[in-house]
């Protein structure tokens, strides 16, 4: 009997939470961590190694986007990430005064309604949506007809295929994420700390920027990094609503894959992007710890 | 001792296992001939009719696959058992496929004996494998606009038709890398005159450029474009539509879109595969795809309706008249133009 308690002890030692966690882990591995050591792999070589056996060791990938003898791979690159930052910030100016209401309303019932009609634009797809967009902003939409039946214009506006028509409809999109995140952090925020701010004679703009709006920063790095990593990876809506006159790095990764068939430049272009984004990520996160007086958010 | 009851139970245990043994016994001996096929019309008539009747006749499964892009899948999958033994695209894509050994140079007649019927453009140098079909690549235009038909390429570049003409993103559509093509053939020195063609697209501006002929097909049909580059089938499909779109093709002469099909050197079915290429040639087949999707069948012996035969390029006169690019010149020099008219076209 006691033998059999010792054998068991090791077994025992193996906390249950990992095995929750297990799942989640294995998933990261398979289709995160394995494919992105793949691309990064092939990004240094000139063809498949596995399929090709001239392929060779190369950082002539790399070197073609540094050198940009083509001119267009920095525009991208800027292209992505500006439309990333405009959408994330029109995003944040819309989604906090909506989450900031739903987290501090009293009715259940209203709470579930607006959670709903935030929620419900996700229930379409986002290619659906984009197609929507189109209709509307498009020179024989919705609203150039209108305004050209009224007399208003006589010429189409500009509505699409321009950096204009691309965040409009990223904004639309990405919106209902930044809103469920801040709503979480807020609605966990103590009502009193803006009422004992009020109290002591703050005004309403006061307690906010310095008691709610402090506190709140956890949910704003959240949302905005979420939002901004969406945004600098889309590609269904900036190929569609930007058409020629938007190029980011997920419209010049796809064309390497999908039309020039070349994986290996497109893992190149994946890994710029993926280290680009890092290094704005920390530096926004140590922009927020700094402004909030914490050690750390995220 | 065996009880009856257990005997019984037993004699059921593996009548069970046999029956639900069965199918996959079956199945290992069925052939499986793995294959790229567009969808659309073209994928509903390839399901409902041609392919069901080659399974049938050859005894075997085929596996399609619609979703594009299918090279880069092809590129991923190993070498030595490649996840296509039939693969159907357009011509550029089978060149790029060939300098990387992905599929055979040359399908002859040896191999697939309606070769001999179809038109030499067909089995050309310009093609990898065999174009089983071809689409024209001319100009769409709409009939209620008030323009004449066109006549030539240049008629795109009617100052008329500021805002309204259409074209493609020429790094990712093949018609687009055609027009392009085309435009060195109109107004420079011939289809690798790049420079006159660079300037001639400039001068195009401002144009509405889509990705895909199905995009194209939209934008005509609501009239967002009332002229643009498309094929021939991307119009006449509309036929009996009551649709106010036609086709032209200018006096330069029109660019083959072909529809290339060819076998991936590592097939374990090759002997199927390049029966699939056989059955797909034999003008019954050719018949029902051609009036199915307005494509021109490469079957000298196909007879089509008249309707069908006075618009397709069915006769070695007609055909004469298809340009056919050199992709594996464009292939080369690809990413310089992709470049090049990126910036070009831009803002």
């Known amino acids: ?298 | 001792m065996i009880s009856r009851r257990s005997a019984l139970r037993t004699g059921a245990g593996f009548a069970a296992a046999a029956t639900l043994a069965a199918p996959s016994i079956l199945h290992a001996q069925t052939k499986t001939l793995k294959i790229t096929t567009w969808g659309g019309k073209w994928g509903d008539i390839m399901k409902a009719t041609v392919l069901p009747a080659f399974e049938k006749e050859f005894k075997c499964t085929v596996s399609a696959d619609q979703s594009f892009p299918f090279l880069p899948k092809l590129q991923a999958s190993p070498k030595n058992d490649p996840l296509y033994d039939v693969f159907h695209t357009n011509s550029n894509e089978q060149w790029s496929a060939v300098g990387e050994g992905l599929v055979m140079d040359k399908i002859t007649v040896k191999e697939v004996p309606n070769v001999a019927d179809v038109y030499p453009y067909a089995v050309s140098d310009k093609v990898v494998g065999i174009s089983i079909f071809t689409s024209a690549i001319g100009l769409g235009y709409r009939t209620d606009k008030g323009l004449a038909k066109p006549t030539s390429w240049k008629d795109l570049a009617d100052p008329k038709l500021a805002g309204s003409r259409g074209g493609y993103i020429i790094p990712v559509n093949s018609l687009g890398q055609c027009h392009l093509m085309m435009l060195g053939k109109v107004y420079g020195k011939g289809l690798q005159d790049l420079d006159a063609a660079y300037k001639a697209l400039e001068a195009l501006k401002p144009i509405k450029l889509v990705d895909f002929t199905g995009q194209m097909e939209k934008m005509l049909l609501s009239g967002e474009v009332s002229m643009g580059v498309i094929h021939d089938s991307g119009i006449y499909r509309y036929d009996g539509q009551n649709q106010p779109v036609d086709f032209a093709g200018p006096s330069e002469g029109v660019m083959a879109l072909e529809q290339v099909l060819n076998v991936t050197p590592s097939s374990k079915v090759k002997e199927l595969a390049f029966a699939y290429i056989d059955y797909m040639l034999r003008p019954d087949v050719q018949k029902v795809l051609a009036e199915g999707v307005w494509y021109s069948p490469s079957n000298k012996k196909v007879k089509l309706d008249a309707k069908y035969d006075a618009k397709l390029y069915t006769t070695e006169a007609k055909v004469a008249q298809l340009i056919q690019p050199d992709w594996k010149w464009y292939n080369a020099r690809k990413e310089d133009i992709d470049a090049r008219v990126t910036k070009l076209l831009k803002g």
């Open chain 1, 1 to 298: 009997m006691a033998v059999a308690i010792v054998q068991r002890q090791p077994i025992s030692r193996v906390a249950p939470i990992a095995w929750l966690i297990a799942p989640a882990l294995l998933l990261f591995v398979l289709f995160f961590a394995l494919p992105f050591g793949v691309m990064a792999v092939m990004s240094f070589f000139s063809g498949n190694p596995v399929s090709n056996p001239n392929a060779v060791l190369t950082t002539r990938h790399y070197e073609r986007f540094i050198y940009d003898s083509a001119g267009i791979y920095h525009d991208a690159l800027w292209a992505t990430l500006r439309i990333g930052l405009i959408t994330t910030v029109i995003s944040l100016l819309i989604g906090y005064p909506l989450a900031h209401w739903m987290a501090r309303m009293q009715s259940r019932l209203g709470h579930a309604l607006v959670l709903m009609a935030v929620i419900a634009p996700m229930l379409t797809g986002i290619v659906v949506r984009t197609f929507a967009w189109m209709t509307i902003l498009q020179d024989k939409g919705v609203i150039n007809t209108m305004l050209m039946q009224w007399g208003l214009i006589e010429k189409p506006l500009p509505l699409m295929y321009n950096e204009f028509g691309t965040v409009v409809a990223l904004v639309h999109i990405y919106v209902p994420f930044m809103v469920l995140t801040l709503t979480g952090v807020i609605g966990r925020i103590d009502e009193r700390l803006e009422q004992a701010a009020r109290s002591l004679g703050a005004g309403r703009l006061r307690a906010f920027v310095e008691v709610t709006l402090p506190l709140s920063l956890p949910g704003i790095l959240a949302g905005s990094l979420l939002v901004f990593a969406l945004s600098i990876s889309a590609y269904v809506t900036p190929s569609l609503m930007g058409g020629t006159n938007v190029l980011t790095l997920p419209m010049l990764i796809a064309q390497q894959v999908g039309t020039s068939f070349n994986p290996n430049f497109a893992g190149a272009l994946g890994i710029i992007l993926l280290l680009v984004s890092l290094v704005i990520v920390v530096a926004y996160n140590k922009i927020l710890t700094r402004l909030s007086g914490e050690q750390g958010l995220a």
